[in-house]
């Protein structure tokens, strides 16, 4: 049962906060499958929602770049969506959809599209636009133009975006997981906290940071891949 706030600081002991308890309880928590399920939850979430932010935010950031009076038109609603707090969209995700899974999908798209979209649109403007001419006078099409030029060079902002959504994204997951879900590491947080096992509570927080540096690495390894390749 759930304690209250007064509670909670009596029987708070500043020694679950000191690096050696959290510590153990990250290695024994490791040996749990609770905890895994709640890992591999909590990923999935996370590679998803990204994924879809990803599906809808790069190719309008390629539109916006590439179309100045779509740049026009869009600007604004992009700006004014961005500056929108995401866990505020939590009581209308509740509403629009009928399972707590794909209100935490619809939370984390919209933290992360609009970076994904700015990124991609940034990698776009920053072309040379000799190339575009020199395309141009060489007959290509806009659609050749997208494939040979714009997605090559833009593809190290893209991933730029990703690495800035991942860190969004995780901002919101955590918060969105007390919705109602069994699992995931922010379920896990909470329950800790329910249950006044702070040790167990720090040991989620490292794990979750270890995790989102891990993602983050494999990401600039990409990025630095691509652009190297770029410029050779």
Same mark, same amino acid.
């Given at each position: 049962m759930p304690v209250s706030f007064s509670q909670d600081l009596t029987l708070f002991n500043t020694r679950d906060f000191c690096p050696g308890r959290p510590l153990k309880r990250s290695l024994a928590a490791a040996q749990e499958s609770k905890f895994w399920i709640s890992v591999f939850a909590s990923l999935k979430r996370i590679l998803i929602g990204i994924g879809l932010a990803g599906i809808l935010g790069i190719p309008m950031g390629i539109l916006v770049g590439f179309y100045p009076r779509f740049r026009g038109l869009s600007? +604004? !609603? /992009? &700006?004014?969506?961005?500056?929108? +707090?995401?866990? +505020?969209?939590?009581?209308?995700?509740?509403?629009? *959809?009928?399972? *707590?899974?794909?209100? /935490?999908?619809? $939370?984390?798209? =919209?933290?992360?599209?609009?970076? #994904?979209?700015?990124? @991609? @649109? #940034?990698?776009?403007?920053?072309?040379? !636009? &000799?190339?575009?001419? =020199?395309?141009?006078? &060489?007959?290509?099409?806009?659609? &050749?133009?997208?494939? @040979?030029?714009? $997605?090559? *060079?833009?593809? !190290?902002?893209?991933?730029? +975006? $990703?690495?800035?959504?991942?860190?969004?994204?995780?901002?919101?997951?955590?918060?969105?997981? *007390?919705?109602?879900?069994?699992?995931?590491?922010?379920?896990?947080?909470?329950?800790?906290?329910?249950?006044?096992?702070?040790?167990?509570?720090?040991?989620?927080?490292?794990?979750i940071g270890v995790l989102g540096f891990s993602l983050d690495r494999v990401i600039q390894r990409l990025q630095h891949t691509f652009s190297w390749s770029w410029n050779e």
């Open positions: 600007y +604004s !609603p /992009i &700006q004014f969506v961005r500056m929108i +707090s995401p866990l +505020s969209w939590m009581p209308i995700a509740i509403l629009l *959809f009928s399972s *707590f899974e794909s209100s /935490i999908y619809f $939370l984390i798209v =919209m933290a992360t599209i609009c970076p #994904i979209i700015l990124n @991609t @649109t #940034i990698g776009v403007l920053n072309i040379n !636009p &000799q190339w575009i001419k =020199m395309a141009l006078n &060489q007959g290509a099409n806009n659609f &050749q133009l997208i494939k @040979t030029i714009i $997605l090559p *060079f833009s593809l !190290p902002y893209m991933l730029t +975006s $990703l690495r800035l959504a991942l860190g969004v994204a995780w901002i919101v997951l955590v918060p969105a997981e *007390f919705l109602g879900v069994s699992s995931g590491l922010g379920y896990l947080i909470n329950d800790a906290r329910d249950t006044m096992e702070y040790d167990r509570l720090m040991a989620m927080i490292i794990a």
